[in-house]
């Protein structure tokens, strides 16, 4: 039986390059050239992460290196102009750091990266400390189970408990990824019902459905084909 990673800490990589505030400008480059990584996680004390330091906070130093600062729209550059003078990861990095917890579910790390427009988080334990760092490749993993598990899963979760039965009238078949349910179901309001079940299960790409409606006067009813709702 196999069940389907649902927090970060099943994903992420544990082995975490990072550097600390003090980190002057051209140590930050070399590690993010030797590790190649786009963002490093900036620490302080023990392992608390502070910020990140990425490449677009590197990039002013170059982009403004041949400004005449009169010509500047100083409100509009005042971060860029600030950062183009840093020279250690803590006049560098953004801060406060966007991070998400080892325990949180991978559909809240996706919308987080997302809503912030970062590929990458830093993740942190219960006390704030780096345990790791999530990328938007490792929540892909997901789509890398096989379609064995997937239907293994979605006949546990979804048509035992709603389509009952020795045979159950509903089955389940899944292929790349796309869930079928096939069969005969008499309650139709169960449709939606099991189609939001199965998106839930991690590495579902999509649910279908070709289903024969509650049965009139002997025969098969309608073909229920596609959630309705």
Known sequence: MCSS???VSDVMTQTVVSVGRDA???EIVRTMKEWRVGALPVLAGEGRVVG???EADLLPKEEYRDDDPSRMDVVRHLREVAKAG???AGELMTAPAVTVRADATLAHAARLMARKGVKRLPVTDAQGLLAGVVSRADLLTVFLRSDEDLAEEVRREVVAPLFPGDPPPVHAEVNEGVVTFGGR???T???PVAARLARAVEGVVDVRFDLTGPAAAGHGGPPVVGPLF
Do not use: E, G, H, Y
């Open 5 to 7: 990673p649902r927090r």
């Open 24 to 26: 002057p400008f051209k």
């Open 189 to 191: 309001s169960l449709v």
């Open 86 to 88: 840093a020279v250690t």
């Open 52 to 54: 990140v330091v990425s």
């Open 185 to 187: 179901i008499r309650d």
